[in-house]
């Protein structure tokens, strides 16, 4: 029976277990048990989130950029569609970080407990503030500087050198596309080959995602001794999150369409409703895009031409609710945590969410992997990812809808500024 459930199901009943087992520990005062047999499987669950992050934020941003070559070398429709995924990202993670810092959902713990927990990390707090306070007498530009790696190798030890990883990706990814087909060929087979083991890696690791959750959870409550405030900020955390995506979804898509289409957003939501409801039930935009093409051509209006490179790019590089996730997540954790963050703390937040967002797979479970690259960015306690596992996929699901709401959005914007929109509003009433 427990092989036939779903992963998420799963992971919920890891949560509820792992809140049981660590109110009990407290209420029967077992929790050096708790600290010493079960929290470390959460600490090994962590690392192996951590182990596969670096190559496959690599592989996905080198196999995702090396595809645009489909299309003539960065062709003008391919420029469009990375600027207008780009920014509809930098507006996701925007509005996220605008909706966490009003409402704040971490801060509704108790002022004692944020200063217990920042005398537990406040080693972590100090080097934060020392750096800070070092940047100051830096150049305005170290920040660019610091992207770019001088040892590749050395910064692919380091996961808080993500952005310098990046980098690299995506200088590697342009060289690709830039050389010919035939040079490449076999690097390109085996970035196709080895994103397909990494992909299977994060299969296995989530697996275990139950018992790491399980281990997490119990910890963490023991840690916390019990307290329900936990609850009501990760109740609060989630209402954030739900109303950011749905802000993509009602506000942001539909003004876009406005501005640079003649379509109707009704008409547009009625056309793309399939592919929105598989990507809610499947949680990957990976396994939705077949629908998602056929209803952006064959009830939109869009050519061949465009949909077949912009949207299977935009299930590799075009990931708004991801995005718009991270950063409310990255700021819940840092105000659970009481670890303050900066103007420049929350600009990385924006640029490292923006590129992580684009190495995110579209499968479930890969927004986990990357949300470490966003937490460890500005030193932001990753342990805080318990908090959040347990409620992850039923959040994934309304995330993957947003993410392939996006793709069908900007492949009708570019299709129109290419001429490639045949729109007719009675094929799509008749063919829904």
């Not at 750096?131 to 190798?153: G, R």
Request: charged share 15%; glycine share 8%.
């Amino acid at each position: 029976m427990w092989k036939r459930l779903p992963l998420y199901v799963k992971i919920l009943i890891g949560m509820g277990l792992g809140i049981i087992a660590g109110m009990l520990a407290v209420y029967f005062n077992f929790t050096k048990f708790t600290n010493d047999w079960i929290k470390p499987w959460g600490s090994v669950f962590l690392n192996l989130l951590k182990l596969i992050a670096m190559p496959l934020i690599f592989v996905s941003l080198v196999k995702g950029i090396s595809s645009l070559s489909n299309i003539s070398k960065l062709s003008r429709i391919g420029l469009k569609t990375i600027s207008l995924y780009v920014i509809s990202t930098i507006i996701a993670v925007s509005f996220g970080l605008l909706l966490v810092n009003n409402f704040e959902p971490g801060n509704t713990f108790p002022d004692h407990k944020k200063t217990e927990l920042q005398e537990r990390f406040g080693s972590a707090v100090i080097v934060k503030k020392d750096q800070a306070e070092s940047l100051k007498e830096e150049s305005p530009l170290q920040f660019i500087v610091d992207i770019v790696p001088d040892n590749f190798f050395k910064a692919a030890t380091d996961n808080s050198k993500m952005l310098q990883v990046i980098f690299f990706a995506i200088l590697f990814g342009i060289a690709m596309v830039i050389l010919e087909d035939k040079k490449v060929k076999v690097v390109r087979e085996f970035f196709n080959g080895i994103d397909a083991i990494i992909l299977k890696i994060i299969d296995l690791i989530m697996l275990f995602a139950p018992y790491g959750v399980f281990a997490l959870i119990a910890g963490l409550i023991v840690d916390f001794s019990g307290d329900i405030d936990l609850f009501t900020a990760l109740g609060y955390y989630a209402i954030t999150v739900v109303g950011g995506l749905l802000i993509m979804i009602f506000l942001i898509y539909p003004l876009l369409l406005k501005i640079f289409t003649p379509i109707k957003y009704t008409d547009f939501y009625k056309a793309i409703s399939p592919a929105q409801l598989l990507a809610f039930s499947t949680s990957s935009s990976a396994a939705t895009l077949p629908v998602t093409m056929e209803c952006v051509e064959n009830k939109m209006g869009v050519s061949n031409e465009v949909a077949s490179f912009v949207l299977p790019v935009g299930v590799t590089i075009n990931m708004d609710g991801t995005s718009c996730y991270q950063a409310i997540a990255a700021v819940f954790i840092a105000q659970v945590f009481g670890v303050n963050l900066d103007i420049y703390d929350q600009l990385i937040i924006v640029v490292t969410a923006t590129l992580a967002s684009i190495g995110t797979p579209g499968v479930p479970g890969g927004s986990i992997v990357m949300l470490i690259i966003v937490l460890t960015s500005v030193g932001i306690p990753i342990e805080g990812l318990a908090l959040i596992l347990g409620i992850d996929r039923p959040l994934d699901m309304l995330r993957t809808v947003v993410n392939v709401t996006g793709d069908a959005t900007v492949s009708t914007i570019v299709a129109k500024t290419e001429g490639k929109l045949n729109y007719n509003p009675k094929i799509i009433i008749k063919k829904i």
